[in-house]
């Protein structure tokens, strides 16, 4: 006669599949990974995963949505508060604040994580599976949507398809390194021992992204000096050189379409190619600390 597991054991059995997907996806990735290596580490049988999540697509859906879920959920939390209490004056730092102390916070909780909750997050933007992005693009757009819409309101200056790119650029970066570096070492570095609070930590991530939101949009000269350098850089010696003579082409070619906005000018107007916006940023904003 077959023995019935207790509540209390298979929620233990439950919590180790879930640790053991976490580790092995921080380690090797969603592709890499196999359901015989977590059962192997949760030290558990095939049936034990086949019945508390039927399959390794819903145990990854189960991994990301226990740590993401509540993440996500605090930072609307914080936006909301700030929103409420500053509300046509709601800065670039506050939307960043918003995105990155709830992080902070739960990554200094053992109990959802702890050290491991960054590279979790460095991992989910990086990992290349489509399977992965599909799932943070779905069950996360509301929330990327949102915090696309902040950063609008406090930078009004940057068109959509312009915002998004330098979304997607400045948290990638970031993500990158916690999916592939030990934070707390790497801080020890830099900082050469001396202690650093969250504050200190926030400041850091986020005056470099600050600084790179609120630049300026390049104008035409600086479109074509980095056409001139696409242009000195191109094999083929002069006939590469040539191609970037002509500065209205170049410019065309370095921006990917992008011109200069006039006053006035509407969103179609402004941008030849296509849309960057909210879509591109979803990804980025699940992997951001």
Partial sequence: MAVRTTGRHAGDTKSRILDAAETLFVECGYEAMSLRQITSRAEVNLAAVNYHFGSKESLIHSMLSRRLDRLNQERLKLLDRFDEMLGARLTCEHVLG????????????????????????????????AFIRDFLNAHYESV????????????????????????????????????GTDTDSLISEFSQGKSMNDLQLIARLASLMVAA???????GSQLATFAAVLGDATEGGPEGQMECATPAVDIQQVSGGFEPSEPGASDGERHGGGNMEASSFQPALHGTA
């Fill in 98 to 129: 918003a995105m990155f102390i709830p992080a902070l916070r739960l990554s200094r909780d053992p109990r959802v994580g702890g050290k491991a909750f960054l590279r979790l997050l460095g991992r989910a933007y990086t990992d290349p599976s």
């Fill in 144 to 179: 990327a949507i949102r915090f696309f819409d902040a950063f609008q309101r406090a930078l009004p200056h940057l068109p959509r398809e312009e915002l998004g790119w330098r979304l997607h650029f400045a948290i990638g970066a970031l993500s990158g390194v916690l999916a």
């Fill in 213 to 219: 939101l609120k630049a300026p949009l390049p104008d």
